[in-house]
Antibody, heavy 119, light 110 residues
Framework: EVQLVQSGAEVKKPGESLKISCKGS????????IGWVRQMPGKGLEWMGI????????RYSPSFHGLVTISADKSISTAYLQWSSLKASDSAMYYC????????????WGQGTLVTVSS | QTVVTQEPSFSVSPGGTVTLTCGLN?????????PSWYRQTPGQAPRTLIY???TRSSGVPDRFSGSILGNKAALTITGAQADDESDYYC??????????FGGGTKLTVL
């Protein structure tokens, strides 16, 4: 069974760094892309970026390029989303999801990680 | 900047048929946009309904179908049920491995 399990909720202060994770199981992790999606409170879904764990090829939405870093450790089937300096506006639910790549399209989703940034 | 457009809201009667659409501010949607559709109820993770224009994800009933209608992607729901009341999002691939979500459609069944 394909599963994506995300790390738990985080409460951070502005300026702090953060790395959240998404562990895949039940499939060959290196042959599918993993995408990250943001959902701010009461708002819609936003496509942030995507990584191919097989070779760490990473693509970012222009809206998120330079604001976050997506990475993966294929040895432990885990993808990451990280911030070097959080802002209050980063408070949101973050989802990871598997993408076929060819054809493009998200299929399995993680349960989400709630990030709260508050002083 | 690429903007993916969806109807903000739509309503359908129980048992009825509804078609939601997904367009581009900068041109036409085609199969090479790989349109996909997702639904989300409050407090839940999104669920994939359709990918690659018209392929249903595992376990999705055939009441849900995807297509290209004119210059937009479309999601048609037939035999609407009360639990179809959800937010529906489309995604279009815009090239270079980059995709964009639409703003979502809030579907009411009444």
């Amino acid at each position: 069974e394909v599963q994506l399990v995300q790390s738990g909720a985080e409460v951070k202060k502005p300026g702090e760094s953060l790395k959240i994770s998404c562990k895949g199981s039940g499939y060959r992790f290196t042959t599918y892309w993993i995408g990250w999606v943001r959902q701010m409170p009461g708002k819609g879904l936003e496509w942030m970026g995507i990584i191919y764990p097989g070779d760490s090829d990473t693509r970012y939405s222009p809206s998120f390029h330079g604001l976050v870093t997506i990475s993966a450790d294929k040895s432990i089937s885990t993808a990451y989303l990280q911030w070097s300096s959080l802002k209050a506006s980063d408070s949101a639910m973050y989802y990871c999801a598997r993408d076929y790549g060819d054809p493009w399209g998200l299929d399995y989703w993680g349960q989400g990680t709630l990030v709260t940034v508050s002083s | 900047q690429t903007v993916v457009t969806q109807e903000p809201s739509f309503s359908v009667s129980p048992g009825g048929t509804v078609t939601l659409t997904c367009g581009l501010n900068s041109g036409s949607v085609s199969t090479s946009s790989y349109p996909s559709w997702y639904r989300q109820t409050p407090g839940q993770a999104p669920r994939t309904l359709i990918y690659n224009t018209n392929t249903r994800s595992s376990g999705v009933p055939d009441r849900f179908s995807g297509s290209i209608l004119g210059n937009k992607a479309a999601l048609t729901i037939t035999g609407a049920q009360a639990d179809d009341e959800s937010d529906y999002y489309c995604v279009l691939h815009v090239g270079g491995g980059i995709s964009v979500f639409g703003g979502g459609t809030k579907l009411t069944v009444l």
